[in-house]
Structure formats: C-alpha cells, structure tokens
C-alpha cells in the first residue's frame, strides 16, 4: 500500500504541495456542539506530518446525512473550529467544497496552511451510483490539489468521490490512521495470541453475520451479549418475550451455535438478563434467568435490556483471560444509566486485559466514552465500525485496494 514515503517522492516535495485530505470527521453533533471528538482527534498525526513538512493541507470529510444537498445542521464549521483548537493554529472554512469559497481559500493557503472544506455530502457527486458523474465530482476535487491523502479509515468501505474516485485520479497514499488500523486489524486476523476472543453486541445479529461465520474459525471464545443474544437464546428454545428478536436468522443462528460445537469453540451466551417493563430510560425493571425471561414480572411484555450481573462477571472473567480481544456492539442499550451495567463491565474487563484489546465500532466506541474511560486504556479504538467489521469479513475494501493494499 502507497504511503505518506511514497506520495512525497511520487511529487518530488510535499512543501507547498497542495495535498487534499479526506478524513472521515463524522462526529456526533448536538445543538451544533460536538460530543465526541475522536475522530479530530484520529486525524491530527497525518495533519501535523503534513503541516510540518510544508504542504498546504485540504481536509475534506462527510457529516451526517445530509442527501446531497447543503443543510446547516450538517456543517462541518463546528469540526473545522475544533481542528484549529486541537492542531494549535488557524484553520480555514470553506463555506463550500468545489466552488467559489473553497477556491477562494485554497488559493489564500500558504505552507503549512490549512482549510477545512463544507461537507463533501453536500454534493450528490459524492456518493451517487452513476460512476460518471461520481467521476466528474471527484474531478472537481482533484482541481483543488495536487495529491491526495486517504485517511478516513470510517469510509474506506465505501467506493465514493472523494474516497475511491479521487484517489484515483492524484497522486495518492494512504494517512497515518489508516495504516494503524490497518495494523491493529491485521494483529487480530494474521496468527493472534490466544487465547482469542470475540465479544459481539449491538442491535442486530443480520449486521454481524459476516464477522460471525468469519471469525468463528478463528477465536477460542465467542461472547454474545446485546440485543442479538435473544436470537440466540431463542435459537435454543428460550422464550424472550417482546425482546429484540430477528425470526428470520434463527436457522442461521443455529447453523452458528452447531459450527461452534464442532470446531470447539467456547460460546458463552447470557445465563442472566436484565428485563424492563417498556424500553424507556425509567422503565421498571428486573434481573431474570435466560431461560426465564417470560416469567418476570412484566411477562410476555417483557423487553430484555441488558445482560445481566452473573452474564456480566462471566464475561468479564472470560475477556481478562484472553490474550487478545475484540469487542463490537454493546451489551445492552447503554444510553439509558439502567441498562449500562453490561456494557460498562465489559468495558472495565477490556481495559485490563493483558495482551490486545480492541473496541470497534461507533455506538461502542461511543460508548466507552460515555462510560467515562479514556481512550488509552485500550489497546485500540477503531474510528471505523463498519469498514473494521468488513475488514475482519475478510472482504476487499475499494478506498484501499485504490492504495495499493493487497
Ligand atoms: P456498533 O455501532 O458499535 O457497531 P451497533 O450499531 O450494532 O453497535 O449497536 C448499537 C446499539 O445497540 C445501541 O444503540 C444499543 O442501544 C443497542 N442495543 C444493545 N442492546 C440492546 C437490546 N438488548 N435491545 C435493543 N437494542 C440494544
Ligand atoms: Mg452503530
């Protein structure tokens, strides 16, 4: 894979070269105030090595959805205002991303400058099927740069203008982020200490089927909390009342606990859940055993939300005994303090595990934070949840394969 060695030699000097950077700066916003700033955070080594070495430094990124049309509550002026905080110097705004305002600042740039560009999903260009006119917005892009640094590891499994296209078309390699994911990711696919664990949650199983059958030959221990263990206790015959619960994956799901079986893996599921009465932050609630769900005292209206104190320090005995683990998807539907619990221990197991200890994943990673524990006390926290998931599927990424990475 092309790296930020090889793009300097490519142009002969990255000083006053202007480098266009697509970062994935897709923080979670509220009331235009950012609420976790990981991702600026994820990006400032790329940016530092580019300002140093004298380049005039683009940043472009998505926020949000916003359909291809500019819409204020998706500005990225909050993002770019952080950045200037965080670098420690003035940073640009660009109140488009290809027109009169970015051309403007781009060309107001001077070594070592840098401007942020208005939310690249503010043009349908970015993200639209017909590869031709993707083609044409990543044209007017390139217009702006001379080279091209792909660090938004969030997006690289997406083959959009500013990601696929764009790469393409300049000079490019890829950022400091990527490579650090890249590696991590690789620590947890090429020969992984073990003994190696998998702990999935989240809201759905159907999102994670592919990591599942992919990482089942691999891991010693699978642990399955979250919303799609009730799949699984219900695979096993377990009532779970009006607990999430997906009828279409049960045979799949079977398939899965059968596999596990026969290539003696642990699968370790809740023997304890934490059931409310409705699925609301005050809900009445009570701890039940998994076999038991539908005989609390809210019966079959009973809605499991998180696993429960004797799952909890299973898991977390299971995690700390691992050499290397990985963690997607919470435990129970941490938003609400009540039902945090799970999410929390898992979090505190994972802190302490010695070896490789990983979180992927948005709601996760945001998690983690919310629960009040410091990025360092992991050994990662991927920035990217679906592209690391479909990394670890094993599937080809287009934003990397475009870098040269086999
Ligand atoms: P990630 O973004 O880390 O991959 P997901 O998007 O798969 O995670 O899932 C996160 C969501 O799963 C959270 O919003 C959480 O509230 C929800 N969740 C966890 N447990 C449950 C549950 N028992 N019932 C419903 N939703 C749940
Ligand atoms: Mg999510």
Redesign the pocket.
């Known amino acids: 894979m092309r790296t930020l060695d090889s793009l300097a030699e490519a142009v002969g000097t990255l000083d006053g070269t202007r480098v266009i950077v697509r970062c994935d700066l897709n923080v979670p916003l509220r009331d235009g105030v950012i609420t976790d700033d990981g991702r600026v955070r994820a990006s400032l080594p790329t940016l530092n090595v580019l300002v140093n070495a004298g380049a005039r430094v683009i940043v472009c990124s998505h926020l949000g959805r916003p359909d291809g049309v500019p819409d204020p509550r998706y500005s990225l002026a909050p993002v770019a205002q952080r950045l200037s905080e965080l670098l420690g110097k003035p940073v640009a705004f660009a109140r488009d991303t290809v027109g009169e305002s970015a051309q403007e600042a781009v060309a107001a740039l001077e070594d070592g400058g840098v401007v942020v560009l208005e939310n690249l999903r503010f043009n349908p260009g970015e993200t639209v099927k017909d590869d031709a006119e993707r083609r044409a917005f990543a044209e007017q892009l390139a217009a702006l740069g001379d080279a091209m640094v792909s660090d938004g590891f969030g997006v690289v499994h997406r083959k959009q203008a500013s990601v696929y296209e764009l790469a393409q078309i300049l000079p490019s390699a890829a950022g400091l982020l990527i490579e650090t994911e890249l590696d991590v990711l690789d620590r947890l696919t090429e020969n992984p200490e073990r003994p190696y664990t998998v702990v999935l949650?989240?809201?759905?199983v159907s999102?994670?089927l592919g990591v599942i059958s992919h990482l089942l030959p691999r891991v010693d221990r699978l642990l399955v909390?979250?919303?799609m263990?009730?799949t699984f206790l219900a695979a096993e015959g377990h009532a779970v009342a009006s607990?999430?619960l997906e009828k279409d994956q049960l045979d799949t799901v079977r398939g899965y606990i059968a596999e596990a079986g026969e290539r003696g893996v642990e699968l370790v599921l809740p023997t304890d859940v934490v059931v409310a009465e409705r699925f609301a932050a005050d809900a009445a609630h009570e701890v039940v055993a998994a076999d038991a769900i539908e005989q609390s005292a809210f019966g079959a209206a009973g809605?499991?939300?998180?696993i429960g104190p004797d799952t909890a320090a299973r898991f977390a005995e299971a995690i700390r005994g691992s050499r290397t683990v990985f963690w997607?998807?919470?435990?129970?539907?941490?938003?609400f303090p009540a039902f945090a619990s799970g999410t929390k221990a898992v979090a505190e197991a994972l802190a302490s595990v010695d070896g490789l200890g990983v979180v992927?994943?948005?709601?996760?990673?945001a998690?983690v934070r919310q629960l009040g524990f410091a990025d360092d006390r992991f050994g990662h926290i991927s920035t990217g949840?679906g592209a690391s998931?479909e990394f670890l599927e094993g599937k080809r990424l287009p934003g990397l394969t475009v870098l040269g990475w086999e």
């Open positions: 949650g989240g809201s759905k999102d994670k909390g979250g919303g263990l009730f607990s999430l809605i499991g939300l998180d997607n998807g919470p435990m129970g539907v941490f938003e992927g994943g948005g709601d996760s990673a998690a949840g998931l």
